[in-house]
Nanobody, 119 residues
């Protein structure tokens, strides 16, 4: 069974940092790209793609314009974990953060971890 478990969220002041973790199980971790998405509070907002790391050698990373230069994605194949280091956080980063992996025709999500940035 594919499982993704996020952790590391919390309350932080503007300008602060957090590191999120996404630990995967139930599939061959290195064979798939892993992405981070976030959903801001309020209404039926869509999940926004934040960052993604490529499969296999993990040498390619993608960042949304809103987080470039502040967030860094990385992975640890031994721990089957993808990290999202978030620096210089601001109120607009407040959201529930989810990791995602797409295997064949199925998209898997974790339960999410809340990040709240106080100004």
């Amino acid at each position: 069974e594919v499982q993704l478990v996020e952790s590391g969220g919390g309350l932080v002041q503007a300008g602060g940092s957090l590191r999120l973790s996404c630990t995967a199980s139930g599939f061959n971790f290195d064979d798939y790209a892993v992405g981070w998405f976030r959903q801001a509070p309020g209404g039926e907002r869509e999940r926004e793609g934040v960052s993604c790391i490529s499969d296999r050698d993990r040498n390619t990373q993608y960042y949304a314009d809103s987080v470039k230069g502040r967030f860094t994605i990385s992975s640890d194949s031994v721990r089957n974990t993808v990290y999202l280091q978030m620096n210089s956080l601001n109120a607009e980063d407040t959201a529930v953060y989810y990791c995602n992996v797409h295997i064949f025709t199925t998209s898997y999500w974790g339960q999410g971890t809340q990040v709240t940035v106080s100004s």
